[in-house]
């Protein structure tokens, strides 16, 4: 088993930053990916950004493509996730995720660990 804890979260106006941290434990080594996801009020969790951890490819959801930057550090089985030029619409609350498998998806019942979640909101 993996186990996943987030922090981070917090109240920021609009246009501020954040950066959200993910540390794994467990059989860390039988993980090939991580990534973040969030779940706005009301709305469906979606796919926000994932890494690979071996080869640190990444992957981005459109919305947040050039805002924020995932990042990992493998010696600390940690990874992060800057958030820039935060939005109204980027409030949610923020998931972290891992696989074992390599496969790029952003389906999330296909990821298989999942952190409990820490809360995001941005005020206009």
């Known amino acids: 088993q993996v186990q996943l804890v987030e922090s981070g979260g917090g109240l920021v106006q609009a246009g501020g930053s954040l950066r959200l941290s993910c540390a794994a434990s467990?059989?860390?080594?039988?993980?090939?990916?991580m990534g973040w996801f969030r779940q706005p009020p009301g709305k469906e969790r979606e796919f926000v950004s994932a890494?690979?951890?071996?080869?640190?490819?990444?992957d981005y959801a459109d919305s947040v493509k050039g805002r924020f930057t995932i990042s990992r550090e493998n010696g600390k089985n940690t990874v992060y996730l800057q958030m820039n030029s935060l939005k109204p619409e980027d409030t949610a609350v923020y998931y972290c995720?891992?696989?074992?498998?390599?496969?790029?998806?952003?389906?999330?019942?296909?990821?298989?660990?999942w952190g409990q979640g820490t809360q995001v909101t941005v005020s206009s």
């Open positions: 995720a891992a696989r074992p498998g390599l496969a790029r998806t952003t389906t999330p019942r296909l990821w298989d660990y």
């Open positions: 467990g059989r860390t080594f039988s993980i090939s990916r």
């Open positions: 890494i690979s951890w071996r080869s640190g490819s990444t």
